[in-house]
């Protein structure tokens, strides 16, 4: 990330462990407060660089932080479409269970019919089952192409 105000951002985790060992102005001993007021103004980007530099020193913050990723849904969940219209949740779930543990499998039915929309989603255990899914976005499934993408990216025309 190539801003001109990232050389200002770039503290260490020592150096913010000193600030917090001294009182401040209004006789508290820490204004974590205020912290939310304080990271407010910053763009996303400065957040990130932020909280990248500081990760990098900070062993315990990285796992922190790869850990909210592996709990979180958003980093789990493939939205597979272009699936055949017998598509069954055994037949997804099959389909992606190579790439790791999968937790939940749902194939969008037609109401009428019960027949699969051509769409479905899959949601793996780890994320890192999710990253290796999606080395490869377009599977073979019941001899037809599917394509799949994280679901929180949304709607994304084909190529």
């Known amino acids: 990330m190539?801003?001109?105000?990232?050389?200002?951002?770039?503290?260490?985790?020592?150096?913010?462990?000193?600030?917090d060992d001294q009182p401040h102005d209004d006789g508290t001993d820490s204004d974590l407060d205020d912290l939310p007021k304080?990271?407010?103004p910053f763009s996303k980007t400065q957040l990130i660089e932020l909280i990248c530099t500081t990760a990098l020193e900070d062993?315990?913050?990285?796992?922190?932080?790869?850990a909210a990723a592996d709990r979180d849904?958003?980093?789990?969940k493939i939205f597979v479409h272009g699936l055949c219209w017998d598509t069954t949740k055994e037949?997804?779930?099959?389909?992606?269970?190579?790439?790791?543990?999968?937790?939940d499998c749902n194939v969008v039915l037609d109401k009428n019919t019960g027949?699969?929309?051509g769409y479905g989603f899959i949601?793996?255990?780890?994320?890192q089952g999710a990253i290796k899914a999606l080395k490869e976005p377009r599977k073979k499934m019941n001899?037809?192409?599917a394509s799949c993408q994280l679901a929180s990216v949304g709607s994304v025309p084909p190529p």
């Open 2 to 19: 190539n801003s001109s105000w990232s050389g200002s951002l770039r503290i260490s985790s020592s150096e913010i462990s000193k600030e």
């Open 38 to 40: 304080l990271l407010e």
């Open 59 to 66: 062993v315990n913050l990285e796992a922190q932080i790869r």
């Open 73 to 76: 849904v958003t980093h789990r």
């Open 91 to 103: 037949t997804l779930t099959s389909g992606f269970e190579s790439f790791g543990e999968t937790e």
């Open 115 to 117: 027949k699969a929309k």
């Open 123 to 127: 949601l793996f255990k780890s994320r």
């Open 143 to 145: 001899n037809r192409m």
